[in-house]
């Protein structure tokens, strides 16, 4: 399951609307081993296309390198699908190195509504996985007696 900020997801939906018809693509780093985005950073789509995402291998260098020095790691890598619904296709498959990141792919396809679905893609497999949203992750795991717990 994937526990995100509502602001996070109204950025990643923003970002998605503002480059359509092209693809849009980003990151969503968070403290290693944490599970958690923190922020927000919008990339580059090197390919500029409809229906094809590359990041900018110079801005990608550039985030990881600042990720190591921050103890970061992408928790989410998101992209954008603008003419077919909200999963990863056999190249977005292909291409998913991190094993450990919630892949999000939203889908701009409509122009009232914007799709926004989550996967773990491991050695090719595809998993979907529930996204919650939350407003906040301080009151999210309470250990209150009436919530259920997940783990
Ligand atoms: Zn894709």
């Given at each position: 399951?994937?526990?995100?900020?509502?602001?996070?997801?109204?950025?990643?939906?923003?970002?998605?609307?503002?480059?359509?018809?092209?693809?849009a693509c980003g990151m969503l780093p968070g403290p290693e081993g944490s599970d958690r985005p923190e922020r927000f950073v919008p990339m580059t789509n090197f390919?500029?296309?409809?229906?094809?995402?590359?990041?900018?291998?110079?801005?990608q260098i550039r985030l990881k390198r600042e990720m190591d020095g921050n103890g970061e790691e992408p928790v989410v890598i998101y992209h954008s699908h603008t003419m077919t619904e909200a999963y990863p296709s056999r190249t977005d498959v292909d291409l998913a190195g991190e094993?450990?990141?919630?892949?999000v792919l939203l889908s701009t396809r409509h122009p009232e509504e914007t799709?926004?679905?989550?996967?773990?893609i491991v050695a090719g497999e595809v998993t979907e996985e529930p996204v919650e949203v939350v407003e906040s992750y301080l009151f999210s795991h309470?250990?209150?007696?009436?919530?259920?717990?997940?783990h």
């Open positions: 399951m994937l526990q995100i900020r509502r602001d996070l997801v109204d950025e990643m939906i923003a970002h998605a609307r503002r480059d359509h018809p092209d693809e390919a500029r296309s409809p229906n094809f995402y590359q990041f900018d291998s110079m801005e094993p450990g990141a919630h892949y799709e926004l679905r989550s996967y773990r309470t250990g209150a007696d009436d919530v259920p717990d997940r």
